[in-house]
């Protein structure tokens, strides 16, 4: 019996396996929070999986925030949301999503999102590029002339529509 696709070629080129699993747990602190009150906390990151992805709970404060729609031009985005209720765009519309709903948007798609309340979500990017410097950088509210402004959107691929 065939498979509809291949598995990936082999990364792991050992005989017997090894220890080199790692758990981050639900007790560490996050290591962001917004003036707004939300949080982002790093669960793996591109770093921590050698680029291939990189995973973010994300808990958001009493006031609506999130981005405007954007896209990414070398990143997939996916979201789960695990509580409350988050405010996705598609690229068509703002939709509600509610605990277990689940949005991927490749390469290229259009996407936003809000939250307030307290609702949280996984945020995930494939591969896992540098997203911390992003996160961080907006959560201490560095003032930026506009040029400054377009070249770290770029810098993070990030465009704005």
Do not use: K, N
Request: net charge negative; glycine share 14%; proline share 6%.
């Amino acid at each position: 019996m065939s498979l509809p696709r291949p598995y990936p070629p082999d990364t792991y080129l050992g005989d017997g396996g090894e220890a080199s699993a790692w758990i981050r747990r639900d007790d560490e602190p996050a290591e962001i929070t917004y003036r707004t009150g939300g949080t982002c906390e790093y669960l793996a990151t591109g770093d921590r999986t050698d680029g291939r992805f990189g995973l973010y709970r994300w808990t958001f404060g009493d006031v609506e925030t999130g981005p405007d729609p954007h896209f990414h031009r070398s990143i997939s985005e996916q979201f789960y949301v695990l509580s409350g209720e988050v405010r996705l765009y598609d690229g068509r519309a703002w939709v509600t999503a509610r605990s277990g709903d689940f949005l991927y948007v490749p390469e290229g798609g259009v996407h936003g999102f809000r939250g307030s309340g307290g609702a949280s979500m996984l945020l995930m990017f494939a591969p896992g590029g540098p997203r911390e410097d992003y996160f961080e950088t907006l959560a201490r509210g560095e003032q930026m002339t506009e040029e400054e402004r377009a070249e770290f959107m770029v810098r993070h691929d990030t465009y704005w529509v």
